[in-house]
Structures are given as structure tokens and as C-alpha cells.
């Protein structure tokens, strides 16, 4: 059981180019979660998925895509990188009828040059 | 904003002392749950309080809810020089279109010298 994990662990982008972060989880998780984190700043929401095949925006939407095909996997799509988006990726997955506790991944961190 | 706040930013002990973090909410809750960060790792789930619940405890952690001030409390006692980590609160928001989602403070980095 390997719980929550993210490919890449570590990435460097130049500006205006594209990647995808993938997060997978093994438990059978309803909902799973893309948050960045920043110093000083905690966690923010980018976009979360409530079931197979649905997404939402969080907090901080922009310059972010996702997408749930299937219910272990939650991918999270850089269109074109811009240095703001120099941050760590953290992924996490609950399910509801354990009061939403969530199990996260260990990160992606991402340098924008 | 419904995003917990914790208090102190930053909290350093000796060891063998009690460590006190405090969080404050905006919303109607399910539940709060307090979250760990060692440095350059994921967050690990610590322990949650319900809503309906005013004290819990698990091993030397206790928490503290009180609705009406819309606070809580995480106390470690004994602490331990392993414990050196951010410490997040998180809250389960009761209304429907936020289902799902949890609410992160920007955490309190606790610092136990040896």
C-alpha cells in the first residue's frame, strides 16, 4: 500500500514551457486535492475533484489545468510555466466517510526559470 | 476567507516543556484536524476533533475545541526534539458548496532544542 505518490519529485521548467505533475493514489479515495505551497503563504487549493471525471477550482485556479480520468489518478497540467509558478506541489487525497481526513503526497518541487 | 489562522508563527522550546499552538476559524465546522510538516515532506494527519466533541487526546497530543469562540487549541506535552516541525490546522467547512475541501492556516513552526 503505497498510499499517495507524485511523479516528478523534482523538475526545472523554463518559462512558456509545458509539464504535467501526476499524482496517484492506491486507498479508493472519493476525493483528491492539488495544493502549492509557498513560504509563508501554507497550503492553497489550485483544484480539487470530488469523484471520477469531475474538478473544481480552488483558491488559485489560473495557469493550471487538471484532469480525473480515473479515480486514482489526478493529473495537474502547467499550460505554459511562468516564474510565479516556482513553488512545491503537494497532492492529497480524503474520503468523506472518514471525516475527510486527507493523506498527502511528498511534493513536487518546481523551479520556474 | 474561511482559512484557519494559527498562533504563534513561530514557538521555540527546550525539551521536556509543553508546546501550545492555537487556531481560529471563520465558519460553521464538521470538524478541525491538525496536520504535521517535517521539513521537505508531505503533511501527516495528527488528529481530529468533531464538531460536537470539546477535548480529545492521542498519546501526548490533546486538542481543544470551542465553537462558540471558534478556536482550538493543540497542546504537546513532554516535548521532544523529533517534534521540530510546522504544525497546521485545518477545518472541514459545513456548507454545501465546499464540500471536500479542507481550510489550512499557514501553520506554526515549533522548534525543540535538545
Known amino acids: 500500500n503505497a498510499g499517495v505518490t507524485q511523479t516528478p519529485k523534482f523538475r526545472v521548467l523554463k518559462t512558456g514551457q509545458s509539464m504535467t505533475l501526476l499524482c496517484a493514489q492506491d486507498?479508493?479515495?472519493?476525493?483528491m486535492y492539488w495544493y502549492r505551497q509557498d513560504p509563508g503563504m501554507g497550503l492553497r487549493l489550485i483544484h480539487y475533484?470530488?469523484?471520477?471525471?469531475?474538478?473544481a477550482k480552488g483558491e488559485v485556479p489560473d495557469g493550471y489545468n487538471v484532469s480525473r480520468l480515473k479515480k486514482q489518478n489526478f493529473l495537474l497540467g502547467l499550460e505554459s510555466a511562468a516564474p510565479s509558478q516556482t513553488s512545491v506541489y503537494f497532492c492529497?487525497?480524503?474520503?468523506?466517510?472518514?471525516?475527510?481526513?486527507?493523506?498527502f503526497g511528498p511534493g513536487t518541487r518546481l523551479t520556474v526559470l | 476567507s474561511q482559512q484557519g489562522e494559527e498562533d504563534p508563527q513561530a514557538l521555540s522550546i527546550q525539551e521536556g516543556e509543553n508546546a501550545t499552538m492555537n487556531c481560529s476559524y471563520k465558519?460553521?465546522?464538521?470538524?478541525l484536524q491538525w496536520y504535521r510538516q517535517n521539513s521537505g515532506r508531505g503533511l501527516v494527519h495528527l488528529i481530529l476533533?468533531?464538531?460536537?466533541?470539546r477535548e480529545k487526546h492521542s498519546g501526548r497530543l490533546r486538542v481543544t475545541l470551542d465553537t462558540s469562540k471558534k478556536s482550538s487549541s493543540l497542546l504537546i506535552t513532554a516535548s521532544r526534539a523529533a517534534d521540530t516541525a510546522s504544525y497546521f490546522c485545518?477545518?472541514?467547512?459545513?456548507?454545501?458548496?465546499?464540500?471536500?475541501?479542507?481550510?489550512f492556516g499557514r501553520g506554526t513552526q515549533l522548534t525543540v532544542w535538545p
Open positions: 492529497a487525497s480524503s474520503n468523506r466517510e472518514y471525516d475527510n481526513e486527507q493523506f
Open positions: 486507498m479508493n479515495h472519493e476525493y
Open positions: 475533484s470530488v469523484g471520477e471525471g469531475t474538478t
Open positions: 465558519t460553521s465546522i464538521n470538524n
Open positions: 476533533i468533531r464538531s460536537n466533541e
Open positions: 485545518a477545518t472541514d467547512a459545513k456548507r454545501g458548496s465546499t464540500l471536500g475541501r479542507l481550510y
